[in-house]
């Protein structure tokens, strides 16, 4: 009797220990996922920070290129708006992420066209204000890809941790559900093409 009881306890503690570790493994992916997005979306928001500096340095010597400051302006608003909408929603969905994505690539495209427009202006490209503005950019174009790619590979390792046959067992009593990984918006793999005639 004694060493059925022990049988038991010791089976009983395996298993819990087992649950134990896998639920704080699932909460530590989690964790680890959500700071990985905080991240992507300090990245977005130093961009964001960068282009008012770029618009006002690009605007006194392209004041007829309007259009395309305005493009940048209202697509920086717009990534600003849906950030907010995340912020007080206080959670990240497929859709939510996939309307943040979408928004942050309108702004990438006015961007490509401001600099593309720059172009037309010796003189501004040899202002030093606008040389740094344009390094601190690509550094931090540079700088969202990392965080991206660390996202997903946060998101990557939460997933196993969930989908795993133990995984899923744990996942109800940890509330820690698979998540979408970063994607590129479609049409994304095709190089764009940039003419500065």
Excluded: C
Excluded at 32 to 59: C, F, H, M
Excluded at 76 to 103: F, H, P, S, W, Y
Excluded at 161 to 186: D, H, K, P, W, Y
């Amino acid at each position: 009797m004694n060493k059925a009881l022990i049988i038991i306890t010791t089976l009983l503690g395996i298993i819990l220990i087992t649950v134990a570790g896998i639920y704080n493994n699932q909460i530590n992916n989690d964790e680890n996922a959500n700071k990985s997005w905080g991240d992507v979306e300090a990245t977005y928001q130093r961009r964001a920070d960068l282009i008012p500096s770029l618009v006002e340095t690009v605007k006194g010597y392209a004041a007829h290129e309007k259009e395309t400051l305005q493009a940048v302006t209202e697509a920086r608003q717009q990534v600003t708006n849906i950030q907010a909408e995340i912020g007080t929603a206080g959670e990240l969905d497929a859709a939510a992420m996939q309307k943040l994505v979408g928004a942050q690539e309108q702004m990438s495209s006015a961007l490509s066209r401001l600099l593309v427009t720059v172009e037309k202006y010796p003189d501004l490209k040899a202002n030093q204000n606008f040389l740094d503005l344009q390094h601190q950019l690509e550094g931090t174009e540079n700088r969202i890809n990392v965080a991206r790619q660390r996202y997903n590979a946060d998101v990557a390792a939460l997933n196993k941790s969930v989908r795993g046959i133990l995984g899923r067992m744990v996942s109800g009593m940890s509330g820690v559900n698979v998540r979408q990984s970063f994607e590129a918006t479609a049409g994304s793999e095709i190089a764009p093409k940039v003419s500065f005639q």
